[in-house]
């Protein structure tokens, strides 16, 4: 008796391109607002031409709503040849919801920075600068996950989200209910490949990025960068 192959879709997940969350004088631009830099446009642009250069044509786009996830996805669009594309819009798909920075306590801004993205047996608690606990971030990005594999109008489905919603999907995919890796990086504008199944959803790639493919000029995770920014202008 034959047996049928697995009939599978297609997602192509990326992170938002590069921006600045600090001004020149050292205040903090409302992460709500906050546009893509220079670096970032660019590798917006730079992932758009590898989609058109693979040929991979979308038939559906999704972003967080948040300015730095719809100018990415307009960006990989316009330079994948597929400008005409309407973005959807999934708010509960926004980024880890920070606290503000100028209530948290001198001794406590390393962890309030970094302690959601570190392994510990508690990592639901961790709160993100203050904010939103991982827990938290979980109870609304999976259900909107879930919602989104259960439709049936699209085949090959570029999102755009953030570093730390992106951790929540690939871990979900690759451990189970409430997993959260959160040394998973992912670096600005990056890709990872998601195969979903009936029954199944396989991870193909993690953390791709079409302007820095070895990652040679990094040693630092973006949250690192962003505490040692942070701590140069205090």
């Known amino acids: 008796m034959s047996r049928s192959l697995p009939k599978r879709r297609r997602i192509y997940l990326m992170r938002h391109g590069s921006v600045d969350y600090f001004r020149e004088d050292g205040s903090a631009v409302p992460p709500d607002t906050v546009p893509l830099n220079a670096l970032g446009r660019d590798q917006a642009d730079a992932a758009g031409r590898l989609f058109a250069q693979c040929g991979v044509q979308f038939d559906s786009v999704l972003v967080s709503g948040l300015p730095r996830t719809v100018e990415t996805a307009t960006r990989v669009l316009a ?30 801004i390393e962890a309030a920075f970094l302690g959601a993205f570190r392994v510990g047996p508690n990592v639901q608690s961790q709160r993100f600068l203050g904010g939103e606990s991982v827990g938290e971030l979980l109870d609304r990005v999976l259900p909107a996950f879930d919602a989104l594999l259960a439709r049936s109008d699209w085949q090959c489905l570029l999102m755009v989200m953030h570093g730390g919603v992106n951790r929540a999907l690939l871990s979900r995919v690759l451990a189970g209910e409430r997993a959260f890796f959160g040394r998973l990086e992912q670096a600005p504008a990056c890709i990872n490949v998601i195969d979903v199944g009936a029954n199944d959803q396989i991870v193909r790639a993690v953390n791709l990025a079409p302007t820095q493919w070895l990652h040679e000029r990094e040693t630092m995770t973006t949250m690192e960068k962003l505490l040692a920014q942070f701590l140069r202008q205090a």
């Open 79 to 108: 330079a994948g040849a597929q400008p005409e594309l309407h973005l959807l819009h999934e708010p509960a798909l926004e980024e880890i919801r920070p606290g503000r920075l100028a209530d948290i306590p001198k001794h406590e």
